[in-house]
């Protein structure tokens, strides 16, 4: 990817940005919602979902159990998820439903789910080689 001159980004939004201003051509691994919130403000940008493979990043919300206040975090949950159920059915919500027919019948959606997997990147030394692999790829540095 190195000699197509990738532009490496920090934030979606960014990229986004860039895309509508025609500064770059294209953007890929961008969030979706970012992107289709953008899509309501300039016409010239289209989102393109690949048909082999688009992964899904779900939101989450944990309350620790050394909260402060989990009751209180607890109603905030309770909060998120009935906007998401009233705003989604009038289209409102700015995320995606994940609904589990949706998922069944679309076999390229791939939901990232939270699990020990997760953690792999998390030790320093693996996370170190990887972040070294990945800039070697796009810079083309050995």
């Known amino acids: ?17 860039d895309v509508g201003s025609g500064k770059l051509a294209f953007a890929y691994n961008v969030l979706g919602s970012y992107a289709a919130a953008q899509t309501n403000n300039q016409d010239d ?21 050394n909260a402060k206040q989990p009751q209180l975090a607890g109603l905030f949950i309770d909060h998120l998820l009935s906007f998401s159920l009233e705003a989604g059915k009038a289209g409102d919500f700015p995320f995606p439903t ?3 027919d949706v998922l069944e019948q679309e076999t390229a959606l791939r939901p990232i789910r939270l699990g020990p997997g997760l953690m792999v990147y998390l030790d320093r030394l693996k996370r170190k080689n990887f972040l ?3 800039e070697n790829a ?4 050995q």
């Open 45 to 65: 940008i289209i989102i393109v979902e690949p048909s082999d493979f688009t992964t899904l990043m779900l939101r989450s919300a944990l309350i620790p159990k």
């Open 132 to 134: 070294k692999a990945w």
């Open 138 to 141: 796009i810079l083309q540095k």
């Open 98 to 100: 994940l609904q589990r």
């Open 1 to 17: 990817m190195g000699n197509m001159n990738a532009q490496l980004y920090c934030c979606s939004g960014k990229m986004i940005e």
